[in-house]
């Protein structure tokens, strides 16, 4: 054990106390916080409720007294005749009995009342207009600017402001001019139904604010107990748990403290290794890239250069890049089943034909060392079995051209049998008269990055990789690998993996010949490509050709030019600024399906090549994966089957372009 780990534990438990004291103080005053809106909207709500009391009776007393006409009183002091209704006849009256009158209309009656219950009772009232008999009347500023509200069809608004200094809560309502208005303010010009004006109430907040202040008061009181009682708690809670951690790190004897640095040991390794399986994969990525444009350009030179001595450095450079990708893909290939990224497929193999597709890929090199290849396939074995074809292939691949690459003089032989003693067992076999393996390296021979002859001065080749792989796909097939050999006597490999038998896949009619050159139609190519360097290979590998070519350097300019113009086909990248490949061909496709237009095939060409990234390429939306680097041959003969099939839908359609 880390004679720190208690320290580093305390130093934890410390870190993890100071958030929770955090978290749970921010929870608290995130409840105290919405408690105290709640209060303070519930004071406003008491108050809103309050102002439309209010505005509804004095409403209710405005429209009593219009439908009475208004009412005639005794003149007096604080009520005399309306110096404003000196127009209406009878304004002024005298009973039988001598009693002299004057007409009170509902404005003058409402504004006496409004003024007696703001001296009794604080709460302020006004009956105001924009056209105005009587100036006292006159709107203030948040009233002027209400009226020209209601003109545009607002019936009623409510805010807090100030009165004097003092809070208020304000409630307006429109004035709707009745039939009994017109009498007094028929010269207005406002038609019945109209605005006349508007009726405000305005409710003082103190009373309100002070309750609210004395719940406040109350609430933070409690809401800091509660807090204080969590403090309390998460402290008890820390020392027993510190008390705890130290009694157990005391009593942790060596055996413990072994253990726990064995496994801190392994998953550092785990977590290097994953590490290194990422940074592989990575590096293979921008390692693609550049070779893409060595390959390619290679390719091209081959084409033009005709001298000899010229062509021979120019294949050396091309057996260089093709060693090197091989190496990339190697390395890929591990960093792929140590991150448990590659998936073993079931599907019909013709094992017989396999086995003779693998050894006639090798032959030429096994003749120009002077060798024997032999290829022997059991008969009695069935002709078919499931299995993952190219792994397999990959396999023999690997082991067969190991056994000629060591193998100086003699034979090489792939053997492919049941095995003798487990019938549902494939066993195949690999058996050379080479230099052979001495006993110290049968270990670690499988291990990656060893080599049999790794002296400064080997004269094999090779990156140490290719018996790991083949030892990795084997057992994930669910298949052994094992090895025997003498130095000087050559080495035999045998691989058994379970089968089982497998129909043949149903016949598919032949594709029709592709187009000679003549007849390939000239297609609109958008590439879209980051890359100058291999901006400019592709337009090499179509300098001879009749396609016109287009680029765009990132996503959203891929976007914009499929929009703007028609295209036959897109080459997309996938890594690129501003907008990537995958997200700019989803935005193709969504435009496509909204406009109903039709679908531009896009080809993915990029230099990511994990396992899933032709599933994920194909989930995007792209029709075909490409991976880099590619050959010239390649890119054009795809760029044909599209262009056949684009020359037959024309055919059919009887429409160009």
């Keep these: 054990m880390n004679p720190g780990s208690g320290f580093h534990s305390l130093r934890a438990v410390n870190r993890l106390s100071v958030a929770v004291l955090i978290g749970w103080t921010l929870i608290v005053l995130g409840v105290l916080g919405i408690t105290l809106r709640q209060e303070y909207q519930h004071v406003l709500a008491l108050a809103r409720a309050e102002a439309i009391t209010h505005l509804n009776k004095d409403l209710s007393f405005r ?112 004035m709707i001019m009745e039939k009994g208005c017109l009498k007094c303010h028929a010269a207005s010009g406002v038609p019945e139904g109209g605005v006349r004006g508007g009726i405000s109430t305005s409710i003082p907040l103190t009373p309100y604010l002070n309750g609210l202040h004395a719940i406040a008061r109350t609430l933070i009181l409690g809401y800091t107990l509660f807090w204080l009682a969590g403090l309390s708690a998460l402290w008890l809670i820390r020392r027993q748990t510190l008390r705890h951690l130290i009694a157990e790190n005391t009593a942790r004897n060596a055996l413990e403290e072994r253990e726990s640095r064995l496994k801190q040991a392994k998953e550092a390794a785990e977590v290097a290794s994953q590490a290194k399986s990422e940074f592989l994969a990575i590096m293979s990525h921008e390692i693609r890239t550049p070779m893409n444009v060595v390959i390619g350009m290679g390719d091209i030179l081959l084409e033009s250069i005709k001298d000899r001595e010229h062509r021979n450095y120019l294949l050396k450079l091309q057996e260089a890049g093709s060693n090197l990708l091989e190496l990339i893909n190697q390395i890929l290939d591990l960093s792929k089943i140590e991150a448990g990224h590659l998936h073993i497929v079931s599907e019909p193999i013709h094992l017989s034909e396999l086995v003779c597709e693998v050894t006639g890929m090798l032959q030429v090199v096994a003749v120009g060392k002077g060798l024997t290849l032999k290829c022997v396939v059991a008969p009695e074995f069935p002709s078919w079995i499931l299995g993952d074809r190219l792994r397999l292939r990959q396999v023999l691949f690997n082991l067969l051209g190991n056994a000629i690459k060591f193998t100086d003089q003699g034979w090489v032989e792939l053997g492919c049998y049941r095995h003798p003693d487990h019938p549902q067992t494939l066993l195949l076999t690999v058996q050379d008269t080479g230099i052979g393996i001495c006993a110290e390296m049968k270990q670690s021979i499988f291990d990656p990055f060893t080599q049999v002859d790794s002296s400064m001065t080997r004269r094999h080749g090779g990156t140490g990789l290719g018996l790991t792989i083949s030892r990795r796909l084997v057992e994930l097939m669910g298949g052994q690998i094992h090895m025997e050999s003498q130095p000087g006597s050559g080495t035999t490999f045998r691989v058994t993996l379970p089968w089982l038998p497998a129909d043949p896949p149903p016949c598919t009619t032949q594709p029709p010949d592709s187009l000679s050159a003549g007849e390939i139609p000239a297609l609109r190519i958008l590439l879209v490509e980051d890359s100058e360097d291999n901006q400019l290979l592709i337009r090499t590998f179509l300098k001879s050709t009749p396609h016109l070519l287009d680029l765009a350097i990132h996503g959203q300019e891929a976007v914009e030019a499929v929009q703007a113009k028609h295209y036959d086909l897109v080459l997309m990248d996938v890594q690129m600024p501003i907008m990537d490949g995958y997200t700019a061909t989803r935005t193709i496709r969504a435009w496509e399906q909204a406009t109903q237009r039709p679908r531009v095939p896009i080809i993915t060409l990029t230099a990511h090549a994990l396992e899933g990234e032709a599933e994920r390429s194909h989930a995007a939306g792209c029709d075909l994966y490409l991976s880099k680097p590619i050959k010239k041959r390649r890119l054009l003969e795809v760029i044909q089957e599209f262009g056949s099939a684009s020359k037959g839908c024309t055919s059919a359609t009887g429409q160009s372009g």
Excluded at 63 to 80: D, F, I, L, M, R
Excluded at 89 to 102: C, K, W, Y
Excluded at 116 to 135: D, E
Excluded at 155 to 168: A, H, S
Aim: aromatic letters at 8%.
């Design 63 to 174: 429209q009593w007294a219009t439908s009475h006409g208004g009412v005639y009183v005794v003149p007096s002091e604080t009520t005399p005749p309306n110096p404003y209704l000196h127009h209406i006849p009878n304004r002024d009256i005298s009973t039988d009995q001598g009693l002299n009158l004057t007409l009170m209309n509902p404005a003058y009656m409402l504004r006496q009342v409004m003024e007696r219950y703001a001296t009794s009772y604080g709460v302020r009232g006004h009956i105001t207009s924009l056209h105005l008999l009587n100036p006292d009347n006159a709107p203030d500023t948040w009233e002027e600017e209400t009226l020209h509200a209601f003109a545009n069809g607002e019936r009623e608004r409510l805010q807090r402001t100030e009165i004097d200094g003092q809070p208020y809560l304000r409630l307006m309502r429109a």
